[in-house]
């Protein structure tokens, strides 16, 4: 027989059966629904608050769309010829262009692209030793990366000017571009030193005869808006390095003059800038030059040029003139800013540790997978493996059924088709449909229809173990159908003395839809792959409810089945390691169960299951100190989902969340190829999984789609599982709506 498939979506806790809801708590799920709406919100708010936190550090680290200078040659024609030939520094007093000179023997030390916390604190050393003061031209993400610089610099008595907040090329950016970049970096600095500033230096700017048509109008519009815009007479070019004598002696102005020097703090490797500055202020200062801010030149000097007012001296007496108090909105929002990028600078780091013990986690979980998954595929299919004289024996199915009368006839049917003799016992649940009347009107042989008040599925499994007349019980869903031979091969294990119980293999039935694709490929690899792994560990955490045999006496030993988690499939298989007792796993014993057809329903069964398997763990938590089989589970099988089933699939999405990221700030095309490698590495261990169950690789071609959407969607309820658990939240089961479309497969007999 061949049969369909599933893709690799990150591990969520096993399949199992489904909790039947009292039809008369109708009200009380409902209320609990309702209290769950909150969780969700959160959950969906800590989502977006993380995404939000990984768009404003992109933004701070990047310019979308790169950052290089893209004018070139452009003429300046329409800039006034007394700008191009006048001083560094342009303002527009009266709405007029007007330039103004460094006064003679003066030098206005100028620092561009900080603060960087390596080398702007040593410059600024070397500058309070020398008594000079220097005018900064700050990067806004820098600022606000590194507010307790700026502090400091502005109370050692610097200057400092907007140089724009992710260093781009103003002069083909929008207007709107524009004046968000100013803005930004004035919040930054209101909220770093409680000021804002008049100065402005765009950035690759130079001397105001490089001054274009294009960059033009972007320094009328700040002029009109008061801002000053400066520029420099001397270059250093200590961006090339190219030794502490060549910046000395290319920052030296010529014959006396008055100069506004270029420097940099930041941007790249500053060695040679700290090492040339004290050399560069002891020369000039030799040569009887006095240092100054841009306020401080402009206070001692008139304006020049055929636009000069000859008004007197320009802005505020003092060297900090251009600096003003922020207040009211401004000072609060650039502080708002401050204190979100501090949260960013904290959390990415993080968050980049977590994405790579997640990466090694899946990687190593990938690999652990296919090495055993292969080994015991090797191992229980070998000519001379055998557990011993073959289980023909008599067992008893229990089928505990809510309202299933969709499904309980094909159930049944095929459980009538069965190769090895059995009892077969229906725990009508307090049906309101006529479950129980369908099973007796069938008239099938060996069936008995046990009827109850509603109680829910583990006190209907219980009550199917007192009704068992044999040692062996099968437990299985109302909506779900076995093979022939699915029970023979499930109970073989059993001539074990040893074993316990044996988890079955749950196959999707109902895959034609794309939701039921998206499942059966989970089932394949996320489940059943597992399994094998688990079982070779010696350490199965789940039997799944669709199909289990236990032995009747070691139910019976632990208590049967547990109400108190939502995982009670999870919960006795934990109790039956406790107890001394093996389960494996068989793998030729498949059951064909009806998967959720919706969205909601599907995220409601996953909920439960998630959240059941973290009250599971917690309550089988002293295995960990245990000996013998407990402790064997809970230090080697207790670790293996808490890791893989909770921990790894929360943190999960930071894969994609850092893949979005890079692609949008570093390297689309190297994020991508990360990302279409991972995919790679789980279609190989799909495949592999496809091939030991003999499924069809066709329904691998929706892996990369799910990876997409369905993966993301898991993440979101595991995520909403652990907020209900740190909350204190208690589910309720929501019974899933039934289609009865699941039948014997064909070929099965």
């Known amino acids: 027989m061949t049969t369909p498939s599933t893709p690799s979506t990150p591990p969520t806790p096993p399949a199992r059966g489904r909790r039947r809801a009292p039809s008369r708590m109708g009200r009380a799920a409902g209320r609990a629904a309702a209290l769950q709406r909150p969780r969700v919100l959160l959950a969906l708010l800590l989502l977006l608050a993380l995404t939000c936190v990984m768009l404003l550090d992109g933004y701070l680290r990047a ?5 290089q200078r893209v004018r070139t040659g452009a003429s300046a024609s329409d800039v006034p010829d007394d700008v191009l030939d006048g001083g560094p520094i342009l303002s527009f007093p009266g709405g007029r262009a007007t330039t103004v000179s460094v006064p003679d023997k003066t030098i206005v030390l100028t620092f561009d692209d900080g603060p960087d916390p390596t080398w702007t604190p040593q410059v600024l050393e070397i500058l309070e030793k020398y008594d000079v003061p220097g005018t900064f031209f700050l990067v806004g993400s820098m600022v606000s990366r590194h507010p307790g610089i700026v502090r400091d610099m502005v109370e050692q008595g610097n200057e400092v000017g907007v140089h724009t907040f992710t260093h781009v090329d103003l002069s083909y950016q929008s207007q709107a571009r524009v004046t968000r970049e100013i803005e930004q970096t004035q919040l930054a600095l ?47 070019d200590d961006w090339k390095r190219p030794g502490v004598s060549k910046i000395v002696q290319w920052a030296t102005p010529e014959d006396g003059e008055g100069a506004s020097v270029l420097f940099h703090d930041a941007g790249g490797e500053r060695s040679q800038t700290i090492e040339a500055l004290p050399k560069y202020i002891e020369k000039m200062k030799a040569k009887g030059y006095t240092f100054t801010t841009v306020s401080g030149a402009m206070a001692d000097q008139q304006p020049t040029g055929a636009g000069s007012t000859g008004a007197g001296p320009v802005g505020e007496q003092g060297l900090q003139a251009a600096h003003h108090e922020a207040t009211g909105a401004t000072l609060y929002e650039g502080r708002a800013l401050v204190a ?9 780091p993080a968050l980049s540790v977590g994405l790579l013990i997640v990466g090694v986690a899946v990687m190593g979980r990938f690999a652990m997978m296919l090495v055993l998954a292969r080994r015991h595929h090797r191992q229980r299919n070998r000519r001379r493996f055998s557990w011993g004289p073959p289980v023909t024996g008599p067992v008893s199915v229990i089928v505990p059924a809510y309202n299933e009368k969709e499904c309980i006839e094909a159930t049944l049917r095929s459980l009538a088709r069965s190769t090895h003799p059995i009892e077969i016992i229906v725990v009508d649940d307090g049906s309101t449909d006529g479950t129980a009347e369908i099973a007796e009107s069938l008239g099938l042989p060996g069936v008995r229809v046990v009827r109850q008040a509603n109680a829910g599925k583990p006190a209907a499994l219980n009550n199917g173990v007192r009704h068992a007349r044999y040692d062996i019980v099968v437990m299985m869903d109302g909506d779900t159908v076995f093979e022939p031979d699915t029970v023979r091969h499930l109970v073989q294990p059993f001539a074990d003395p040893s074993v316990g119980a044996v988890a079955g293999n749950a196959k999707v039935g109902n895959r034609r839809t794309l939701i039921g694709a998206w499942q059966h490929i989970e089932y394949v690899m996320g489940f059943n792959l597992d399994r094998r792994m688990y079982d070779l560990l010696r350490c199965m955490p789940t039997i799944p409810g669709a199909i289990g045999a236990f032995r009747r006496e070691a139910v019976l030993q632990v208590g049967g089945m547990s109400d108190d988690t939502l995982a009670e499939d999870t919960d006795i298989t ?24 919706s969205l909601g329903q599907l995220w409601s069964q996953r909920y439960r299951w998630s959240y059941g398997t973290m009250q599971a763990l917690w309550k089988h938590r002293r295995c960990l100190t245990d000996k013998g089989p407990s402790g064997r589970f809970g230090r080697v099988g207790m670790p293996l989902v808490v890791l893989f089933q909770v ?28 990302w279409l490698a991972v995919l790679a590495v789980q279609l190989v261990c799909a495949a592999y999984a496809f091939r030991l169950d003999r499924e069809k690789y066709r329904y691998l071609l929706m892996m990369p789609l799910q990876q997409l959407a369905y993966r993301q969607m898991m993440y979101l309820v595991l995520i909403h599982s652990c907020v209900t658990a740190l909350t204190g939240g208690r589910l309720r089961w929501q019974k899933l709506k039934r289609t009865g479309e699941v039948g014997t497969p064909a070929g099965t007999g």
Not at 63 to 67: I, L, R, W, Y
Not at 211 to 222: A, K, R
Not at 576 to 588: F, N, P
């Open 574 to 597: 934990i109790a039956l390691h406790r107890a001394g007792r093996r389960v494996v796993y068989e793998e030729h014993a498949r059951a064909w169960t009806e998967a959720p057809g």
């Open 340 to 348: 979100a990028v501090a949260v960013a600078e904290w959390t990415v």
């Open 63 to 67: 310019e979308v769309g790169g950052d």
């Open 647 to 674: 921990v790894t699939p929360v943190f999960a999405p930071l894969i994609d969340v850092f893949t979005v990221y890079s692609m949008v700030f570093v390297d689309f095309r190297a994020a991508l190829l990360a």
């Open 190 to 236: 209101a909220g770093a030193a409680g000021i804002t500033t008049t100065l402005f230096r765009a950035p690759y700017s130079s001397e105001t005869d490089a001054i274009d048509n294009y960059s033009w109008p972007v320094y009328e519009s700040l002029g009109e808006d008061g801002y000053t815009s400066v520029f420099i007479d001397t270059d250093s």
